[in-house]
T-cell receptor, first 112, second 117 residues
């Protein structure tokens, strides 16, 4: 079945550091790929998405590119801020199915 | 954006009792809602799809008699954990899509932490 694997956390960085959170997937066909973020005490929010190979999703300075050849969707940000501290989830779904398959989540802490 | 609420945010109960968790879409109608379960330091696992006016669809390995789902209106789905046991302790999260077939417009509730003593 479909699965998503993320790099294990927790990840702790200093403000303005570069961030990469790795995500790889196993799926049949051509799934859509997502990054969700969960801030403390809040529900998951969609951060960015990509629906086909070579698409780049971006939002709030974060980027991720759908790499079919490596089945990856790594999350990157050039300069993180304290407010980026949260848990990040990589996920996939098949179009129209609405069901999401999540990675295990990566807790990110940014220190000032 | 759209808001999904859950109630209660946390609950502690004795083994053998039943617990009901509510999921509400506050400013939109949802014919479908999803229930997830999250263990500590693990991923969200889809438990079931709640369908307004019809039976829920359960994922493989999820006991439908244990986790009763009722989607009685377009804004409310409930998950009842029957005869709860300590192994049912977990974080339960619901989500609702705002458009049918649009997987990227799902909105998530803040979750309910269940602790069974």
């Amino acid at each position: 079945g479909d699965s998503v694997t993320q790099m294990e956390g927790p990840v702790t960085l200093s403000e303005e550091a570069c961030l990469t959170i790795n995500c790889t997937y196993t799926a049949t066909g051509y799934p859509s790929l997502f990054w969700y973020v969960q801030y403390p005490g809040e529900g998951l929010q969609l951060l960015l998405k990509a629906t086909k190979a070579d698409d780049k999703g971006s939002n709030k300075g974060f980027e991720a590119t759908y790499r079919k050849e490596t089945t990856s969707f790594h999350l990157e940000k050039g300069s993180v801020q304290v407010s980026d501290s949260a848990v990040y989830f990589c996920a996939l779904s098949h179009q129209g199915a609405q069901k999401l398959v999540f990675g295990q989540g990566t807790r990110l802490t940014i220190n000032p | 954006g759209a808001v999904v609420s859950q109630h209660p945010s946390w609950v502690i109960c004795k083994s053998g009792t039943s617990v009901k968790i509510e999921c509400r879409s506050l400013d939109f109608q949802a014919t479908t809602m999803f229930w997830y379960r999250q263990f500590p330091k693990q991923s969200l696992m889809l438990m079931a799809t709640s369908n307004e006016g019809s039976k829920a669809t359960y994922e493989q390995g999820v006991e439908k008699d244990k986790f009763l789902i009722n989607h009685a209106s377009l804004t409310l789905s409930t998950l009842t954990v029957t005869s709860a046991h300590p192994e049912d302790s977990s974080f339960y999260i619901c989500s609702a899509p705002t458009l049918a077939g649009a997987e990227d417009t799902q909105y998530f509730g803040p979750g309910t932490r269940l602790t069974v003593l």
